[in-house]
């Protein structure tokens, strides 16, 4: 974790920000009387920072300008459906740093030295990065390190590397002798889990997916999503759900087949053939995979098109509007969001901690 010792900038800002709702609290001058210089002077000297502007007598300073421009940008950064989980993350990592904070504070006052003093001290007494550590190092690492690298050639930055990393032990001991509870919660999404799933029904754990046939992305996580399913097999069911975006001319029809191969117990196997080819969906292509899963075509080419089957991809698609859902693959897992071709470690870990809280 990155250090992060003195924030002054950081905390004069919250600082601005509460004299700020301090002087909303505590009101301003009449809107109907006229304001003279004077009563300007009275403003700047009741409210925080300087008036920008005058309205009707009632002031607004540059604090309260800032603190609307923070507001928008808060709101700009984490809209949307992946916001919650943006949001989430922002925090947990605001919270790693001010715990840091707080723990070489603690440390710091209990030696009687300065935060810094005591960090630079605590840096000093760690062992030296050895020759043997950075040449073994080198060896583990050199195939990424281009063609025919020398140790002399990256001796320096290595040591340096390897020093960064074990001044971490300062804060990892600090960590670990400290008694710390986080309880910041995941924001979660009530969403239908209706549509083919894999999994066990009565799973702990549902991630529901909208994706898009003809979404590239879509298809890069479909490995993802095995791997998942082999390594969570009574912990995890997965729910395929429709999201075809409109600027993809395929992706609809594509979806409809799929409810089709469904209808026939085939869904997964005609997902994993779309995804494989997601250069040809026409309908051509639809009826030829349905040949080759072996479906019974007549049943297969009537859904295709059915007011019904249109219906089903239509409802997938109203469910995504209502949580906010516009791109793919979007994932709510228990109903935390999860945003994009996420790595199988990003969906683990959120797995886990389900599981973890299961088990509590």
């Known amino acids: 974790m990155k250090p992060s010792i003195l924030r002054a900038s950081h905390r004069l800002s919250l600082v601005s920000a509460c004299l700020v709702l301090f002087a909303l609290a505590t009101g301003c001058a009449p809107a109907s009387e006229p304001t003279s210089q004077d009563q300007v002077t009275q403003i700047v000297e009741v409210q925080t920072g300087p008036v920008v502007a005058v309205v009707n007598g009632a002031g607004i300073t540059a604090d309260e300008v800032d603190l609307q421009i923070r507001e928008t940008l808060f709101a700009e950064k984490f809209a949307g459906a992946a916001g919650a989980s943006k949001l989430f993350d922002a925090r947990s990592e605001a919270i790693d740093d001010m715990i840091q904070d707080q723990l070489v504070a603690q440390a710091a006052s209990k030696a009687g030295l300065a935060e810094e003093a005591w960090l630079s001290q605590a840096k000093e007494a760690l062992p030296a990065v050895s020759d043997e550590e950075v040449t073994a190092f080198f060896e583990e690492n050199k195939s990424r390190l281009g063609t025919d690298p020398q140790l002399d050639q990256f001796a320096d930055r290595i040591r340096t590397y390897l020093m960064t990393q074990q001044e971490e032990k300062v804060y990892q001991q600090l960590y670990e002798a400290a008694e710390i509870q986080i309880t910041l919660e995941r924001e979660r999404t009530q969403i239908a889990g209706t549509g ?42 997965v729910v395929f759900r429709h999201l075809p975006l409109n600027f993809h001319s395929q992706a609809k029809l594509a979806a409809q087949a799929s409810v089709c191969a469904d209808d026939q117990d085939q869904f997964w196997a005609f997902h994993d053939k779309l995804f494989e080819d997601q250069k040809n969906m026409g309908r051509e292509k639809l009826v030829a995979y349905a040949t080759e899963l072996e479906l019974d075509l007549p049943a297969f080419e009537s859904c295709l098109d059915s007011p019904e089957t249109v219906a089903r991809v239509d409802a997938d698609l109203a469910a995504a509007a209502e949580v906010g859902a516009t791109g793919t693959p979007a994932f709510y897992v228990n109903g935390i969001m999860l945003s994009g071709a996420q790595p199988f470690e990003n969906f683990q870990a959120v797995i886990e901690d389900e599981l973890a809280q299961e088990g509590s």
């Open 196 to 237: 083919a799933s894999m999994g066990p029904e009565n799973a702990p754990i549902t991630i529901i997916e909208f994706s898009d046939f003809q979404c590239p992305y879509c298809a890069r996580v479909v490995p993802t999503l095995k791997k998942i399913r082999d390594t969570y097999p009574d912990s995890v069911r």
